[in-house]
């Protein structure tokens, strides 16, 4: 069964930083992209980010670009998302999802959603 | 970037309906489109891959269509479990992977 668990939740003051991880099992985590979406409370579907298979190829939304930097560790079948220079927009669920295909979504799998909150 | 406009914005409906939901996007996407479900509290489902297939598990009421810039998601005979939120994506390999702003699927 494919699983995907994100932790790392937190409060975090404006311009601090915080580190999400998002833990898989039961498929080959080194043949995927992975991506991380989030959701503003009462909001939608934001893409944040995406790493391909391999690592070398990773990719940004214009929102994030700069502050957050996106990284896997495949021996540990585990994505990260090391966030800084954090907003008050920033907060939301963060989801870690697998990308069907390499190049693009769909995202077929997804965890549960990890919760930052950026608040002085 | 490519932009997803989809309608309505909510939609209210009984058990055994057939809604159908649209999405539009600002550019040619051939049939790169995605729509996922969302119930709250919940992460989002995969319902629909490149326009109009269904991932394993996904009942056959639902159903997609369309290409270019036109998009439906259409379910049939609705069923309680149904009634969430429902957002469409653009699947091409150009990101950034925009996400419609979701259609409210009320009973």
């Known amino acids: 069964e494919v699983q995907l668990v994100e932790s790392g939740e937190g409060l975090v003051k404006p311009g601090g930083s915080l580190r999400l991880s998002c833990t898989t099992s039961g498929f080959t985590f080194s043949s995927y992209t992975m991506t991380w979406v989030r959701q503003a409370p009462g909001k939608g579907l934001e893409w944040v980010s995406s790493?391909?298979?391999?690592?070398?190829?990773?990719f940004y939304a214009d929102s994030v670009r700069g502050r957050f930097t996106v990284s896997r560790d495949d021996a540990r079948d585990s994505l990260y998302l090391h966030m800084s220079g954090l907003r008050g927009e920033d907060t939301a669920i963060y989801f870690c999802?697998?990308?069907?295909?390499?190049?693009?979504?769909?995202?077929?799998?997804w965890g549960q959603g990890t919760l930052v909150t950026v608040s002085s | 970037d490519i932009q997803l406009t989809q309608s309505p914005s909510s939609v209210s409906a009984s058990v055994g309906d057939r809604v159908t939901i649209t999405c539009r996007a600002s550019?040619?996407?051939?049939?790169?489109l995605a729509w996922y479900q969302q119930k709250p509290g919940k992460a989002p489902r995969l319902l629909i891959f490149?326009?109009?297939n269904l991932p394993s598990g996904v009942p056959s009421r639902f159903s997609g269509s369309g290409s270019g810039t036109h998009f439906t998601l259409t379910i049939n005979s609705l069923q309680p479990e149904d009634f969430a939120t429902y957002y469409c994506?653009?699947?091409?390999?150009?990101?950034?992977?925009?996400f419609g702003r979701g259609t409210s699927l009320e009973i």
């Open positions: 550019q040619d996407i051939s049939s790169w």
């Open positions: 994506q653009q699947t091409t390999n150009y990101p950034p992977y925009t």
């Open positions: 490149s326009a109009s």
């Open positions: 790493i391909k298979s391999g690592g070398n190829d990773v």
């Open positions: 999802a697998r990308n069907r295909y390499d190049d693009s979504p769909p995202f077929d799998y």
